[in-house]
């Protein structure tokens, strides 16, 4: 079964552009996380959905926004960029929430210069 | 509010010793646990989970971690380390105060492990 693939793999971006990121699950999982990661801050949770519904949000502006399709794929969104930003973007898929365990693509590096 | 702690920053360990990597948690009401380790330029990779049952839960790479509800902990551990268990290491928590609740991660520990 293939894993969670994430595009693209790295990007480099401009303060002030926005960024789209896509996350396809595992076939089959239905609940998609996102989360930022970077150095000083460690894994941030950015949101949750499922089922096309967004279950859970984390403490970002709301620069930062998502969606998830009906084929269970997502993507989320950075509007205006800021130089903190940079960091790496992951993409979890899980079968559903609660007890399920999370199943982590290789991630987006996104670097804004 | 939930909340993940990973008291240590860095564990360090030589080959064949045994290995313990410390979590502290808290949530309302029943935890689920979760343990995750991730190399270097990868996404992070599931170990174990507790949901509920024996405090002793198996999973990869040998690894086991330990469920103390008095004491709020999860500790992760291997009876003897390996040098390619060199890595960062995430302890995380969802809670069931209501449905839904995201899951939360501690700040990581990196294991070192030497020869």
């Known amino acids: 079964k293939a894993g969670v693939t994430q595009t693209p793999r790295y990007l480099i971006k401009t303060r002030g552009q926005q960024v789209t990121l896509s996350c396809s699950p595992i076939?089959?999982?239905?609940?998609v996380s996102w989360y930022q990661q970077t150095p000083g801050q460690g894994l941030q949770f950015l949101f949750e959905?499922?089922?096309?519904?967004?279950?859970n949000k984390g403490n970002f502006p709301g620069r930062f926004s998502g969606r998830q399709f009906s084929n269970s794929r997502s993507e989320m969104n950075v509007s205006t960029l800021e130089l903190g930003d940079s960091a790496l973007y992951l993409c979890?898929?899980?079968?559903?929430?609660?007890?399920?365990?999370?199943?982590f693509g290789p991630g987006t590096r996104l670097t804004v210069t | 509010a939930q909340s993940v702690a990973q008291p240590e920053d860095q564990v360090n360990v030589a080959e064949g010793n045994p290995l313990t990597v410390k979590c502290t948690y808290s949530?309302?009401?029943?935890?689920?646990l979760f343990w995750y380790v991730q190399y270097p330029n990868r996404g992070l990779q599931f170990l174990l989970k507790?949901?509920?049952?024996?405090?002793l839960v198996k999973g990869s790479y040998g690894f086991e971690a330990e469920f103390n509800k008095s004491q709020t902990s999860f500790h992760l551990k291997k009876p003897s380390a390996l040098v390619s268990d060199s890595a960062l290491y995430f302890c995380?928590?969802?809670?069931?105060?209501?449905?839904?609740?995201?899951?939360?991660f501690g700040k990581g520990t990196t294991l070192s492990v030497s020869s």
């Open positions: 959905y499922f089922s096309e519904t967004q279950r």
């Open positions: 949530v309302s009401g029943n935890p689920y």
């Open positions: 979890a898929s899980s079968l559903r929430q609660g007890t399920y365990e999370q199943y």
């Open positions: 507790y949901i509920t049952g024996d405090n």
């Open positions: 076939s089959g999982h239905r609940s």
């Open positions: 995380a928590v969802r809670g069931l105060e209501r449905a839904g609740t995201a899951l939360i």
